[in-house]
């Protein structure tokens, strides 16, 4: 298995790996010295984009089926289907030996953080798993942990020093600490945040509540109470931004399903507000003047029945992503055009199994995604 590294870079290039499909060009890495940086060069990508061009795909995480919880099943869509019948979902993986119902998880640039929600002591766990390669690893555990009563697992990439990381918050009696591990460490372990940058946050359970940080330039955000709370990743450092007046959340006419307060649109954070017609988005347009703008989405007739959320922005057109909160063996989805405030739908792929979901809260884990070649062993 030599053959590939006898080959001169420059067909390798050019000519042997762009336009081999995804699986066949992972399996390269076991037979190709030089793969490693060959995938990771902007020009070999762009080669790359120009055989299977893409702006991206939905990332589905859900239990298997309705009675084995205990392992998830990994498909992908993309994310703007060609004409005909939608495509069948592509199945990437199934991870074993985790209770679905028990896990949550984060998407940030391509890598996914598989932890559980609201753990404690021993369980607090964390995977990193690549769709791209289909590589999985096992963050160490952290023997501090032990002893706490509540651990929250956070999720995100600091895109100047190119290094993804995993944060968690613990609360045990009335304190509260900070725990970060950056993937790829060399020390491999975790470490203790400077508590100093965080006095001003109280230990009450508004990271227990399963609420999902939102990675946008360099930091993960959670909206709490009158304003977001950031944590750059690159000073691991604290901060708060205020949300401007007159925005409200206004939760749904069903209270008992979660929706997402803040989310990413085009690079940008987004306050999403709800009511029976549509959407109100406050968004975040330049980050450091701290300047908001106001859009309204109006919902097509009917489609409040099956209850929308912002997902993404779709990169090459920049239409806004709607998905559905419950979705059936069609996946059918909204695009709403903000520049000509209209919007469409669509079905964007199809299963031949119903997508089941999370039996405590019915909601199945949905992302963008774009592939990502970063190696994990």
Known sequence: MDSLDSLPDDVLFHHILP????????????????????????HFLALRQSFYPTS????????????ATSELQVFSAPISPGQGDPPLATHIATIPNLNASMVDVHCVNGL???????????????HIFNPTTRQIITLPDDSSVRDKFR??????????????KVLRLLKY?????FKIFTIGDATN??????NATATHIRPTNWFLEDKRGVCVNGAIHWKYSSYILAFDLRSEQFRQIDIPDGYKYKEHCRPHLKFPDLVELSGCLTLVGYDDRG????????????????????????????????????????????MPYFLGRLVRVIYHDKDKTSSRRAVVMK??????PDQKSGYINIFFYQENFRLLD
């Open 19 to 42: 336009p081999l499909p995804t699986v066949s060009l992972v399996r390269c890495r076991h037979f190709c010295k030089s793969w490693p940086s060959i995938v990771r060069d902007p």
């Open 56 to 67: 991206g795909h939905l990332l589905f995480v859900c239990p298997a089926s309705a009675v």
């Open 112 to 126: 996914l953080c598989l932890h559980p929600k609201n753990s404690s002591n021993s369980k607090a766990f964390a």
């Open 151 to 164: 651990a929250s697992t956070h999720f995100g990439y600091d895109p100047i020093r190119d290094e993804f």
């Open 173 to 177: 009696n009335d304190s509260h600490e």
């Open 189 to 194: 372990s975790w470490k203790l945040v400077n």
């Open 279 to 322: 959407l109100n988005l406050t968004i975040l347009e330049d980050y450091e003047t701290r300047e908001w703008t106001q859009k309204r989405i109006i919902l097509p007739d009917g489609a409040n029945e099956r209850i929308h959320f912002p997902l993404c922005s779709v990169p090459k057109t920049g239409e806004i992503l709607l």
């Open 351 to 356: 299963m031949l199994e119903p997508l089941w």
